[in-house]
């Protein structure tokens, strides 16, 4: 197993840097649905004691991104599609209402942002960088968020999106709706700039509702990751 890694001294203590490592790798696919992993293996790849693993298995567990068998061991849990629709369907009502308060209040320093984020995800659409493509879309729609003073409004959703999320990057990988993800993204700047509300709110509504076109595909090309 190879895992993308990240500064240790980032993080206020091994255990959340070890269930940070995971947890992003996981929604990232390095480490895949229904894989088995063991405190053993993680503890000798991240080079940490057994401890703080065994923490960030527990807290994996109750984002439910692991599971735990009792004689069989630790298993990456399968992407359960329930999940996925119930985390689409709270970030589009989310979504929805951060954005209608954004067509009233959004600062013109989080427009440029805004700005400078697709510009970024066009360089990222013309070399096919899709993970760097991914975090920006998540920044994109956190700074909607930031930009009418709703920040915890992205909290929220990021503790709800972690199923979403793996089908969403593994839509990315398959190159699915990279041009429609942009457009849709550069008409929402446009309905905000405008102080298009009714806009604004269809535009979030036809985004979060892409990953239901991919599921059918997606399932029928990765069986194995879906429960």
């Known amino acids: 197993m190879i895992l993308e890694l990240d500064e240790r001294n980032k993080f206020a203590s091994t255990r959340d840097y070890v269930y940070t490592i995971l947890r992003e790798n996981i929604i990232s696919l390095k480490i895949e649905p229904g894989l088995n992993i063991s405190e053993k293996e993680i503890s000798d790849i991240l ?7 065994r923490e960030a298995f527990v807290k994996l567990v109750q984002d439910e991104l692991l599971e735990v068998f009792p004689q069989r061991g630790s298993f990456v849990a399968l992407i359960d599609l329930k999940h996925v629709e119930e985390a689409r369907f709270i970030r ?9 308060l954004a067509c009233s209040v959004f600062t013109p320093e989080h427009m440029q942002k805004l700005e400078f984020n697709i510009y970024m995800q066009k360089r990222c659409v013309e070399v ?31 503790q709800m999106n972690v199923h979403l999320n793996r089908v969403r990057m593994l839509s990315l990988t398959e190159k699915h709706n990279w041009d429609t993800i942009l457009q849709q993204h550069e008409d929402m700047i446009l309905a905000i700039r405008e102080k298009n509300a009714n806009k604004a ?21 990765y069986p194995m990751y879906f429960k």
Not at 128 to 156: A, P, Q, V
Not at 201 to 221: P, R, Y
């Open 92 to 100: 589009e009502h989310l979504e929805k209402a951060a954005i209608e």
């Open 201 to 221: 709110k269809t535009l979030i509504t036809e985004h979060l509702t892409l990953v239901n076109e991919d599921q059918g595909k997606l399932k029928e090309a």
């Open 128 to 158: 096919k960088d899709y993970k760097k493509f991914f975090e920006l879309d998540e920044e994109f729609h956190e700074t909607i968020s930031e930009g009418c003073g709703k920040k915890r409004i992205w909290n929220i959703i990021q």
């Open 47 to 53: 080079q940490v004691s057994r401890t703080p693993v």
